[in-house]
């Protein structure tokens, strides 16, 4: 198993950046689907991107164009790539992690990170 731990949140501007990392212990990284989910005040928590073994990857519609979600293996990290942020998109954000399955569900994720505040400023 593995076991996410977020880092790099802050508060930035409208129109800024952020990167976030994840760490994941654990030696079978390399076969887990890795995502990116968010939680704003008062509402439940939504995938934001997701990335599987292969490299491929999906994006939430109200991310895409500005996020990019990358991994590397090698160093059991991930990374998202915020630009051109927006007052909409300040939340909470959880890395999480499902073994060989990738799928879009909160739900079906098994492992999480305590997350990482994102605050953008208007």
């Known amino acids: 198993q593995v076991q996410p731990v977020e880092s790099g949140g802050g508060s930035v501007q409208a129109g800024g950046s952020l990167r976030l990392s994840c760490g994941a212990s654990?030696?079978?990284?390399?076969?887990?689907?890795m995502g990116w989910f968010r939680q704003a005040p008062g509402k439940g928590r939504e995938g934001v991107a997701r990335?599987?073994?292969?490299?491929?990857?999906t994006y939430a519609d109200s991310v895409k164009g500005r996020f990019t979600i990358s991994r590397d293996n090698a160093k059991h990290t991930l990374i998202l790539q915020m630009n051109s942020l927006k007052p909409e998109d300040t939340a909470t954000y959880y890395c999480?992690?499902?073994?060989?399955?990738?799928?879009?569900?909160?739900?079906?994720?098994?492992?999480w990170g305590r997350g990482t505040q994102v605050t953008v400023s208007s």
């Open positions: 654990g030696h079978t990284f390399n076969t887990y689907c």
């Open positions: 990335v599987d073994s292969d490299g491929n990857t």
């Open positions: 999480a992690a499902r073994r060989f399955y990738c799928p879009s569900l909160v739900s079906d994720y098994y492992y």
